[in-house]
């Protein structure tokens, strides 16, 4: 079992950054494939990017490519999204979990769910 905790939320203008951290613990970080997921105001959850164990392959939704970036650090235990060109159709809460595959866009394949950090994006 893994325990996954969001941070780096908050409230940015329309163009700005954010980095997003999930820090993980219990079992082997480098064990699962990892992936972050959004859910605006709403609207379904929906996959934003995923990421292999090792981190050499990446995955992302086509409303993000080019503008988000996911990475981890497994000697860090910590999995990251490099958020730019912000828009306020980002605004969500936003979710980190854990697969023991990888690259699946379905939620449904994510055993471990962190309790998400919210994401504001403003005009």
Not at 1 to 18: D, F, P, W, Y
Not at 23 to 34: I, K, P, V
Not at 58 to 77: H, W
Request: net charge positive; charged share 15%; proline share 2%.
């Amino acid at each position: 079992q893994v325990q996954l905790v969001e941070s780096g939320g908050g409230k940015v203008q329309a163009g700005g950054s954010l980095r997003l951290s999930c820090a993980a613990s219990g079992r082997t970080f480098s064990s699962y494939g990892m992936a972050w997921f959004r859910q605006g105001p709403g609207k379904e959850r929906e996959f934003v990017a995923a990421i292999s164990w090792s981190g050499s392959s990446t995955s992302y939704a086509d409303s993000m490519k080019g503008r988000f970036t996911i990475s981890r650090d497994n000697a860090k235990n910590t999995l990251y999204l490099q958020m730019n060109s912000l828009k306020p159709e980002d605004t969500a809460v936003y979710y980190c979990a854990a697969s023991t595959g990888w690259g699946t866009r379905s939620q449904y394949n994510y055993n471990y769910w962190g309790q998400g950090t919210q994401v504001t994006v403003s005009s």
